[in-house]
């Protein structure tokens, strides 16, 4: 398809009318606005919510909430939901939606979509049988599953082995039903399906080929009880999900008289308009060139299509890349181009120890590529992908058996590099060559390559390597390395302070950029009280003086209360040193007191009450490990399934004083109910009735992110291990100042590639990071009492170096709501 | 005035307690009184401390080479007296402190923000007298 834009004129101020409110008409409306539309733009939806992302449907089960998959509904658009268009009226140009609501348009888009297809067996309609379309159908789903413990996946197609991953995941033994002789019929072939069935097998799931499902029965309770295949063969089970294929959403234009497709499907011409030049259909509730496209991409591409007609374009749809590249059950499994074989030679690679099947169709020269198919290892796919129809950068042999790395492919600038958005190569060295993008975000944000599924991030990469844009890891003017290769350099030459390091790797003297950066490193690696010698004079303020700088010059106070846990006596000692002190007091949100308006002479005082008191330092100051909220849990909760304080304090004692590239917070919480908000945290735990949940890469604060689920029902002793390897591969391998989100976001292959080295110990260092743990929370000493006991150390806490007794007379306070707080300072006028 | 036109001057050779004197002589430019506010060994290398004198709060610095720097303890930005408690550094080889309130960097010999020339603090005359350091205003 092209979406040329030449001869465009502003299309007439007009009313669009949509029907159906999922991606293909987000991307409709979003595309109007982005060509200037200038008329009203009114969706009619039949779901509650706006469109979201269905691509990532599943990730909904494995915690992501609606609100995470929801796209925005871009600004100046009516939208109704949860009341779908029933009728055309074509001759007054208006719609008519379920609660009677009637809509006049000039232009009307069906986006109506399509619905899942379910074959006509008995038994379809019983209690726990479900499709897998919408958010609903997965709420249903999920609570289904939570009385039963196995399901039957109908359909061993990509949606349905979507759904057979998302029952694993719910914890239901499972089972696929496939009519055809193999998985993924549509996309692989034998060869392929029996290296993926194997794949599939070896996870535990139950994979039957070659047969139907002949009748679902029901149980006394009257929903299902079990499934009879065709060969006779009985599965009990208590879920049913149909995922056996979709068709069209057609009927409202056939009843209004529009032209369908024989097997359903309404009829586009290239411009996606339909026999009404009133009415456009887009997405899979159309039949555009013969066919009904299934996949993202086509969608949207037609989405965009219809978008520039309206708005006097010539853009046309031509017929999409059906590509396809998924990880499934954590087996890649990629097909591209034609891969019908018809005419053409193809050479085969399989390895069945390593699970791996290739195979590549090429002209019968041998030199154009036609198509492929990739089982169980998929990275040639980004290279060969857009290769389809051109010459091949080497023999197949080559590329099947050398891989594609040695490969130097050139992509000639019409090649699609993201089947999903539609983006070229060429469009990418635009934006980056044109538009001055040097990073992936900022490639993203110029031409939306890369924000669908990902998959043609590397490629993203490659090209801007190849555009000679080099990324620079420098830290700062000091150092021309990144933290995470400082870190390494510390590590292995064993450097134990900043002279050494900036003389043999540096220039200059530091900053306030690497001299924190460094004095972190050093204290992960267990160097010592971070006041020691030479160390001090690195830490920022805040780690200076062991306490945070506040806005008129005094520091706040916070003593650790592990997991919000604190006996009256402990409440009422922090209560006296604050009246004592004079400082404010305030709950902070992470379950903690901080007595603010310290002065910095006063700190020792104060902390000396504090530490014989029995508290401790809370490291409210550093990039450290905070603090780990918690719930009240099962010992005083009616819902809480185990002991969140218990676990909480457990955590927050194991990794107190651990320093990080950024500050970490975490939370436990004692059930699904999440009180604790764990996953608004860089790690999260929510007990489970069969152990503990984790999750990473949370973060609260200027861009929240819900954390991932890393692993479930874990044992206490299998979740501290693997929170353990996540802090220190992320202490390792982090940027200075990342935080788990975006390093989690960033590091390539994402939460698989965490889970292969810290859980499956892919890089062989779990045993290393394990180790360096054990040294930290073995070498822990509470750095306060440390402080006190070192008359050096508390000869700096003094305001003037020659008049150590008296206070900063530039700090004073007023009282507001009967505590203090600061006079400002008045700043300069000539500032 | 700034660190390269001293430099190419050729009045000053950085970074010594004695050039700084200089400079700020040069900077300011008018007869002073000395006061002596620690010894040499209270300062920690690489570190700031504040001293009281005469009412002012002047932030002073023992930088790597065992150099003495003194400028205004006021940090312009926030308006409170913190620059004493920054981080002592180098930018282009100039010695620097930034401001632990938002980070601004300043120039330890002339007292210009790097981050925004159009501010600066004032800076101090400082010298070594046996092992006393002592500040002139």
Redesign the interface.
């Known amino acids: 398809m092209s979406t040329a834009t030449a001869g465009r004129e502003r299309g007439t101020a007009t009313r669009v009318v949509v029907a159906g409110y999922g991606p293909a008409a987000h991307r409709f409306i979003e595309r109007l606005g982005e060509l200037g539309f200038g008329g009203s733009i009114t969706v009619l939806g039949e779901e509650p919510r706006p469109a979201y992302d269905r691509v990532a449907l599943t990730s909904y089960l494995g915690g992501k909430t609606a609100e995470d998959l929801t796209y925005p509904v871009p600004e100046g658009v009516t939208v109704r939901l949860g009341d779908p268009v029933v009728a055309i009226d074509r001759e007054a140009r208006r719609v008519r939606t379920a609660s009677g609501h009637a809509e006049p348009y000039d232009v009307l888009v069906l986006a109506t979509g399509s619905r899942p297809f379910v074959p006509p067996v008995p038994g379809r309609d019983l209690p726990g049988c479900h499709v897998y379309r919408t958010i609903d159908d997965l709420d249903a789903i999920r609570e289904r599953a939570g009385h039963v413990t196995s399901g039957v996946v109908v359909g061993g197609g990509l949606l349905g082995l979507e759904a057979a991953d998302a029952l694993r995941g719910l914890g239901l033994a499972t089972h696929v039903v496939e009519v055809a002789d193999r998985l993924m019929p549509r996309q692989v072939d034998e060869g392929g399906g029996a290296v993926l069935r194997r794949h599939i097998e070896a996870l535990g799931l139950s994979v039957h080929t070659g047969v139907a499902v002949e009748r679902i029965e029901a149980g006394p309770d009257g929903a299902v009880a079990r499934v009879v295949l065709s060969g006779g063969q009985v599965i009990e089970t208590g879920l049913v999900v149909f995922s056996a294929g979709v068709r069209p959403r057609d009927e409202l234009a056939r009843e209004a008289g529009l032209p369908v497709g024989e097997r359903g499907g309404i009829v586009v011409d290239e411009g996606m308009r339909t026999a009404d030049p009133a009415i456009y259909a887009i997405g899979e509730c159309a039949l555009a060139g013969g066919t009904v496209h299934g996949l993202v991409g086509p969608c949207l591409t037609m989405a965009e299509v219809a978008a520039d007609r309206i708005c006097g374009g010539i853009a046309a749809f031509t017929g999409a890349d059906t590509s396809t590249k998924l990880k499934l059950l954590g087996v890649d499994v990629a097909s591209f181009g034609d891969i019908t074989g018809e005419g053409t030679l193809d050479v085969t690679y399989l390895d069945p120890v390593g699970g791996v099947y290739h195979r590549l169709f090429v002209s019968d020269d041998a030199r154009t590529l036609l198509g492929g198919i990739c089982v169980g290892d998929a990275t040639a796919y980004q290279t060969l992908r857009p290769l389809v129809g051109r010459e091949l950068p080497g023999s197949p042999t080559e590329l099947l058996f050398g891989g594609t790395a040695g490969v130097a492919v050139d992509l000639p600038d019409d090649a699609q590099v993201c089947s999903c958005n539609n983006v070229t190569a060429g469009r990418i060295r635009a934006a980056i060559a044109g538009e001055g993008c040097t990073d992936i975000a900022a490639i993203k944000g110029c031409t939306r390559a890369g924000t669908a599924c990902g998959s043609c991030v590397p490629m993203l990469k490659r090209l801007l390597e190849q555009s000679g844009v080099r990324q620079s890891k420098a830290m700062c003017?000091?150092f021309a390395y990144s933290r995470a290769e400082l870190f390494d350099i510390v590590r292995v030459r064993g450097i134990n302070s900043f002279?050494r390091l900036i003389a043999e790797y540096g220039t200059?003297?530091?900053?306030?950029i690497?001299?924190?950066a460094v004095a972190s490193i050093l204290a992960s690696l267990g160097n010592g009280h971070i006041l020691d010698g030479?160390q001090?004079?690195?830490?920022?303020?805040?780690d200076?003086?062991l306490a945070n700088?506040q806005?008129?010059?005094t520091y706040s106070v916070v003593p650790r209360i592990p997991g919000g846990e604190i006996t009256p006596e402990k409440l009422i000692v922090i209560g006296e040193v604050a009246r004592d002190f004079g400082l404010y007091t305030k709950i902070t949100g992470a379950q903690r007191i901080d007595l603010l308006g310290a002065r910095v002479e006063q700190l020792p005082r104060i902390w000396k009450r504090l530490v014989d008191a029995g508290f401790e330092s809370g490291h409210a100051y550093g990039k450290a490990v905070r603090t780990v909220k918690s719930c009240v849990g099962s010992t005083w909760c009616r819902y809480g399934v185990q002991d969140s304080v218990g676990m909480a304090i457990a955590l927050e004692l194991r990794y107190r004083g651990l320093r990080a590239p950024h500050k970490i917070k975490a939370a436990v919480s004692g059930c699904a109910r999440e009180c604790a908000e764990a996953r608004g945290k860089d790690f999260g735990v929510i007990a489970t009735e069969r152990g503990w949940n984790l999750y990473v890469g949370g973060n609260g604060g200027f861009r929240p992110r819900h954390a991932d689920l890393l692993a479930s029902d874990l044992s206490d002793e299998e979740l501290v291990r693997t929170i353990d390897r996540f802090l220190m591969y992320y202490i390792r391998t982090a940027d200075r100042l990342q935080r788990t989100s975006d390093w989690l976001e960033n590091l390539e292959g994402g939460l698989d590639r965490l889970r292969e080295v810290i859980i499956e110990d892919s890089l062989g260092i779990c045993a290393e990071l394990d180790a360096q743990m054990e040294r930290h929370v073995a070498g822990y000493v509470d750095e306060w009492r440390a402080t006190l006991e070192d008359p050096e150390k508390l000869?700096?806490f003094v305001?003037?170096?020659?008049?150590p007794d008296?206070p900063?007379?530039?700090i004073s306070f007023e009282i507001e709501r009967d505590q203090i707080k600061p006079v400002?300072?008045?700043?300069?006028a000539v500032? | 005035m700034t660190l390269s036109h001293l430099e190419a001057s050729g009045l000053v050779t950085l970074p010594t307690p004695q050039a700084t004197t200089r400079i700020a002589a040069a900077v300011r430019g008018r007869a002073r009184t000395w006061t002596p506010v620690c010894a040499y060994t209270d300062l920690l290398p690489e570190r700031g401390a504040c001293a009281l004198v005469d009412g002012h709060q002047i932030a002073i610095f023992r930088t790597f080479d065992g150099a003495l720097y003194a400028i205004g303890n006021r940090d312009p930005f926030s308006g409170a007296h913190v620059l004493s408690r920054g981080i002592v550094g180098t930018r282009n080889g100039e010695p620097t402190v930034a401001s632990p309130m938002y980070k601004q960097v300043f120039s330890l010999v002339t007292g210009v923000c790097l981050d925004d020339p159009d501010v600066s603090v004032p800076v101090y005359a400082i010298r070594l007298n046996d092992n006393v350091v002592e500040v002139g205003r």
Do not use: V, W, Y
Not at chain 1, 508 to 512: I, K, L, P, Y
Not at chain 1, 824 to 828: A, F, S, T
């Open positions: 003017e000091h002279s200059g003297r530091g900053c306030d690497c001299k924190p030479e001090a004079a690195l830490q920022d303020t805040n200076h003086f700088i806005r008129n010059g000869r700096r305001s003037f170096i020659n008049a008296t900063d007379p530039s400002m300072i008045p700043l300069e500032r």
